[in-house]
């Protein structure tokens, strides 16, 4: 790999869950699971449109306790259930496909081993501040996907 070929930004994150892969994989394909978990505690989700399909689109908003709301679009590039998902990710102001996501999940015996790894192609003065702070946010949703995940769902 020459540099060009390196992402300007790369998050790798893997925990295991004590919940089976499919139960995993459900809370990211469907909009009511994802609205409680896919923002970092005290944000919100208000706005999970979701056309869940290889090409789809989906076009979400995350509201911050002030009432600012934060979009993101992006489509999903690979869906394999209940293995992996890919999608890119773009902000209103930055570059197209911008991010790209990759969600594994593993089966180990009845729990899973969810790797999530995300990567920026380009960082801009807008996008940079999402990139630092992507650990942050996706330990805290990884957290509220884990407890969602572990309790059945429900």
């Given at each position: 790999m020459n540099s060009h070929d390196?992402?300007?930004?790369e998050l790798v994150l893997t925990r295991v869950i004590a919940a089976p892969r499919e139960r995993v994989f459900a809370a990211w394909s469907e909009p009511a699971q994802l609205r409680r978990w896919f923002s970092p505690h005290p944000y919100t989700l208000p706005?999970?449109?979701?056309?869940f399909r290889p090409g789809g689109r989906f076009h979400m908003a995350m509201r911050s306790p002030e009432g600012v709301d934060h979009e993101f679009t992006g489509v999903y590039k690979e869906i394999v259930p209940p293995s992996k998902l890919v999608f890119t990710g773009e902000f209103p102001y930055g570059p197209?496909?911008?991010i790209l996501t990759t969600v594994t999940f593993e089966a180990e015996g009845?729990?899973?081993?969810?790797t999530m790894r995300q990567t920026f192609s380009v960082l801009t003065p807008e996008t940079?501040?999402?990139a630092k702070g992507a650990e942050l946010g996706w330990t805290a949703t990884l957290d509220q996907l884990q407890a969602l995940a572990e309790s059945g769902n429900r």
């Open positions: 390196r992402p300007a930004f706005l999970c449109e979701m056309d197209a496909d911008q009845t729990h899973t081993k969810l940079e501040p999402h």
